[in-house]
């Protein structure tokens, strides 16, 4: 029935008509037959593909949407909390009920939007909210919802809560959490908060990444785990009042619906949540409910309710893994002591092998020591959220700072497992093959020497480059350069917008440690990707520019750095480095600009006679002042854009000009710009074209 459900809902998610009409010849043909499992298997398959037919309309509907322009008012609902996004902005989803234009307000019950603030809001899912600002009509998606446009918020004001008394008990409940458990305190913290609501929004990106590359992302991708633990917790609760079985049953539903609250509907959320709500009902109409039963019937009932589910990949991946759970746990090592040990070992195993298919199709490798990391992790996770449920529940702080400390211990185990292998789609099947050949006692011996010798060399970090190279690191529409030595030593300049993106490329060059790293301005494309890096690689020092603002990013990246024990110096021009063959001197800025970009930390390096020029985003003022020197290689400033003077560039661009940039609607790089390169004769990269160019310095 699951299975027939899911199949109708994606064939009705992707072709719609087409599949609701298959379903019904397939109905039909059954129904003659009049056997009751096809015929229900077949009604499965229709009313999945009608569902997952009606979602697609919806979210057709809100993506084509037509929307009012310009500053207004609109009035409706937060579905959403606040979320960080993009340097001090934070995002939200609504939905709204009114829009007020020309001073007058008119019922409209649009389409979802999302919100930007750069002002932190109280605003809680649930709320209702009036924002003021300007409506961008761009259609897209936040969080795996649709939405129709943006509103660039200059006000939020929250008018009113939600009235059903599950909303509030959940809020209340998540606020006091927050309250708790702040996840702005560290990143053990943070993760404590992922632990117990969902919400990692205060963990540092590059320990999400750790958490994904070891294995470990569900364990804040809050499930049944986390679902036994609260209505444990509310058994006790509920305990001094005597209750019967069936009216505890039922008090336990309605707790289920504070819980889905507290951890905001996430689809691994609600898939554990209806398991566990059909087993209950269940108990209250006398009628036992297994594991297998529960689980099927969730993923049929959700399904049909709502069928964009059938292509969300974390619901895919929530149904896949416990389903590999219910296989392993108790069956893959049955009769081997110590019995939990192979039993937590067989479940983790199980649950890796189910959701393979779908990290590889989603991700592109899957960890290949997962198990191993879910063993070490799964009593400290478990120890944790216990630990802090109870000093959330009792409001003792002793309980939580405990259980913060225990999820640091978590966190020392991704990080220390995110270096492990990762296996690619060959990867994987030459370790199935490698397991089937286990069987034979003959081939054992081959197996393992093979095996030891890829593990060996799969562990081996790449090797520093034979003569000094400096690497411009496709880091998408921003900078980022990474200078290498052959003694192992490394700078970075700038690093991009997206700190994962920033440290898989640092993990494909080998790099554990930089001796320097550079922030040439606060802008997010240049020093978002900077967030929690010396939490992930060692970093021996940090220039930043000599500016008494350099803007909220900035003073995060050196907040950090000095709560690490990394020194930051501030630079102007003058300030000179050497690390390994490379000579780093600073020609700017040269005094205080009015313009951010004017402010650049501008770098000469040397190495072996080659010259380097990195400006960052020094424009026409700031160069002008810039003492004359050619380079072999110009990273040309700003992206490539009109920002820059041409006389400059001619004066300065030697053989080699790198442009970093991404997609954009920034018009980078400028027409003319490149039209001037291709008239000098220059060689011209484009990091968006050419990928990480690398260019050697013997």
């Given at each position: 029935m699951a299975a027939a459900t899911w199949f109708g809902a994606l064939g009705g998610l992707r072709v719609r008509w087409?599949?609701?009409?298959?379903?019904?010849?397939?109905?039909?043909?059954?129904?003659?037959?009049?056997?009751?499992?096809?015929?229900?298997?077949?009604?499965?398959?229709?009313?999945?593909?009608?569902s997952g037919m009606l979602a697609a309309g919806r979210i057709a509907a809100t993506l084509e949407a037509d929307l009012p322009s310009g500053v207004l008012t609109v009035a409706g609902r937060a579905r959403s909390d606040p979320m960080p996004w993009g340097g001090n902005a934070e995002r939200f989803i609504m939905v709204p009920t009114a829009v007020v234009e020309d001073g007058a307000r008119r019922p409209w019950g649009g389409p979802a939007l999302a919100v930007v603030t750069t002002e932190p809001v109280a605003v809680m899912a649930g709320d209702e909210v009036v924002v003021t600002g300007r409506l961008r009509e761009v259609a897209g998606w936040v969080r795996g919802d649709p939405v129709a446009g943006t509103i660039q918020a200059k006000t939020v004001t929250r008018v009113g809560n939600d009235g059903t008394p599950w909303f509030r008990a959940g809020n209340a409940l998540r606020a006091r959490v927050h309250t708790m458990v702040p996840g702005e305190r560290d990143p053990a913290t943070a993760l404590l908060a992922g632990f117990l609501v969902g919400?990692?929004?205060?963990?540092?990106?590059?320990?999400?990444?750790?958490?994904?590359?070891?294995?470990?992302?569900?364990?804040?991708?809050?499930?049944?785990?986390?679902?036994?633990?609260?209505?444990?917790?509310?058994?006790?609760?509920?305990?001094?009042?005597?209750?019967?079985?069936?009216?505890?049953?039922?008090?336990?539903?309605?707790?289920?619906?504070?819980?889905?609250?507290?951890?905001?509907?996430?689809?691994?959320?609600?898939?554990?949540?209806?398991?566990?709500?059909?087993?209950?009902a269940g108990r209250v109409v006398g009628i036992p409910?297994?594991?297998?039963?529960?689980?099927?019937?969730?993923?049929?009932?959700?399904?049909?309710?709502?069928?964009?589910?059938?292509?969300?990949?974390?619901?895919?991946?929530?149904?896949?893994?416990?389903?590999?759970?219910?296989?392993?746990?108790?069956?893959l090592f049955a009769g081997r002591s110590p019995r939990w040990l192979w039993t937590i070992l067989g479940a983790t195993i199980s649950a890796q092998a189910a959701?393979?298919?779908?990290?590889?199709?989603?991700?592109?490798?899957v960890p290949l020591l997962a198990p191993v990391a879910n063993l070490l992790a799964a009593p400290l996770v478990t120890a944790a959220t216990s630990l802090g449920g109870i000093g959330v529940a009792a409001g003792w702080d002793?309980?939580?700072?405990?259980?913060?400390?225990?999820?640091?211990?978590?966190?020392?185990?991704?990080?220390?497992?995110?270096?492990?292998?990762?296996l690619d789609v060959f990867g994987v099947a030459a370790l199935a093959v490698g397991v089937a050949a286990l069987r034979h006692r003959s081939l054992r011996p081959v197996v393992l020497i093979v095996a030891a010798v890829l593990l060996v060399a799969?562990?081996?970090?790449?090797?520093?480059?034979?003569?000094?190279?400096?690497?411009?690191?496709?880091?998408?529409?921003?900078?980022?350069?990474?200078?290498?030595?052959?003694?192992g030593a490394a700078v970075l300049i700038d690093g991009g917008r997206e700190p994962v993106v920033l440290l898989d490329a640092l993990a494909r060059y080998g790099i554990g440690r930089l001796s320097l790293v550079v922030a040439t301005?606060?802008?997010?494309?240049?020093?978002?990707?900077?967030?929690?890096?010396?939490?992930?690689?060692?970093?021996?020092?940090?220039?930043?520019?000599?500016?008494p603002d350099g803007g909220d990013l900035l003073a995060t990246l050196t907040a950090e750095a000095v709560a690490g024990g990394v020194p930051v110096e501030r630079v102007r021009d003058g300030v000179v480095a050497t690390v390994g063959a490379f000579t780093l001197e600073t020609l700017g800025p040269r005094r205080r600009y009015a313009a951010d970009n004017d402010g650049s930390v501008v770098l000469w390096?040397?190495?072996?006679?080659?010259?380097?020029?990195?400006?960052?985003?020094?424009?026409?003022?700031?160069?002008?002042?810039?003492?004359?020197?050619?380079?072999?290689?110009?990273?040309?400033?700003?992206?490539?854009?009109a920002t820059s003077d041409p006389g400059w560039i001619e004066r300065t661009v030697g053989e080699v000009a790198v442009i970093s940039v991404g997609e954009n609607t920034y018009g980078h790089p400028a027409p003319e710009i490149l039209e001037l390169l291709a008239r000098l004769g220059v060689e011209v990269h484009l990091t968006l074209v050419d990928g990480d160019v690398s260019i050697p310095l013997p």
């Open positions: 087409p599949a609701v009409a298959a379903g019904g010849a397939a109905l039909l043909a059954v129904a003659l037959r009049r056997r009751a499992v096809p015929i229900l298997a077949a009604g499965a398959l229709v009313a999945g593909a009608a919400d990692v929004s205060q963990l540092p990106e590059p320990d999400v990444r750790a958490l994904r590359r070891a294995g470990l992302s569900h364990f804040v991708a809050v499930s049944g785990s986390n679902v036994a633990l609260f209505l444990g917790a509310w058994w006790l609760v509920v305990a001094p009042l005597r209750l019967g079985p069936r009216l505890r049953a039922s008090l336990g539903l309605g707790a289920l619906a504070v819980f889905v609250v507290l951890t905001r509907w996430e689809s691994s959320v609600v898939r554990a949540a209806t398991m566990a709500g059909l087993v209950l409910v297994d594991a297998w039963t529960a689980l099927g019937g969730a993923v049929t009932l959700l399904l049909v309710t709502a069928g964009d589910l059938a292509g969300d990949v974390g619901f895919q991946l929530s149904v896949a893994a416990t389903a590999g759970v219910l296989v392993g746990a108790g069956r959701v393979v298919p779908l990290l590889l199709v989603t991700f592109g490798s002793l309980p939580v700072r405990v259980a913060a400390r225990t999820a640091g211990g978590v966190l020392a185990v991704a990080r220390a497992a995110a270096g492990w292998p990762q799969a562990a081996r970090p790449p090797q520093p480059p034979a003569v000094p190279t400096v690497t411009f690191i496709d880091v998408g529409q921003g900078d980022g350069v990474l200078l290498r030595d052959p003694s301005h606060g802008d997010v494309d240049h020093v978002g990707g900077l967030e929690g890096l010396t939490g992930a690689v060692g970093v021996d020092r940090i220039w930043a520019p000599d500016h390096v040397t190495a072996n006679g080659h010259r380097i020029l990195l400006p960052g985003d020094a424009g026409a003022v700031a160069q002008e002042e810039l003492p004359e020197r050619r380079a072999d290689v110009l990273l040309v400033p700003h992206h490539g854009s």
